[in-house]
């Protein structure tokens, strides 16, 4: 069974820094795609950034530059580096796990709150 913990959110001052992790526990999160996704309130869910088995990286328009995404292998975790964060970043965060290519696992969610 696929299990996925994510961490790091907090609140933070317009044009601060966190780091979000998705520990994977189930599944190998090198061998499979892994991504973050956010929720604002009111909204619906929408893609941040993911990370391919082979490394490849890809980001949402409105975070590029600013988010990085990136994995250890050896602790099976991805994290997401989110710099310059703006009030609109406030939403949850949630990590996804792809397996096979078919099989969706999603995190509980780590809340981001970005005041001005």
């Known amino acids: 069974q696929v299990h996925l913990v994510e961490s790091g959110g907090g609140l933070v001052q317009v044009g601060g820094s966190l780091r979000l992790s998705c520990v994977a526990s189930?599944?190998?999160?090198?061998?499979?795609?892994m991504g973050w996704y956010r929720q604002a309130p009111g909204k619906q869910r929408e893609w941040v950034a993911s990370?391919?088995?082979?490394?490849?990286?890809n980001y949402a328009v409105s975070v590029k530059g600013r988010f990085t995404i990136s994995r250890d292998v050896a602790k099976n975790t991805i994290y997401l580096q989110m710099n310059s964060l703006k009030p609109e970043d406030t939403a949850v965060y949630y990590c996804?796990?792809?397996?096979?290519?078919?099989?969706?696992?999603w995190g509980q969610g780590t809340q981001v709150a970005v005041s001005s």
């Open positions: 189930g599944s190998s999160s090198s061998s499979n795609a």
């Open positions: 990370i391919s088995s082979i490394g490849r990286t």
């Open positions: 996804k796990l792809v397996q096979a290519g078919v099989y969706e696992y």
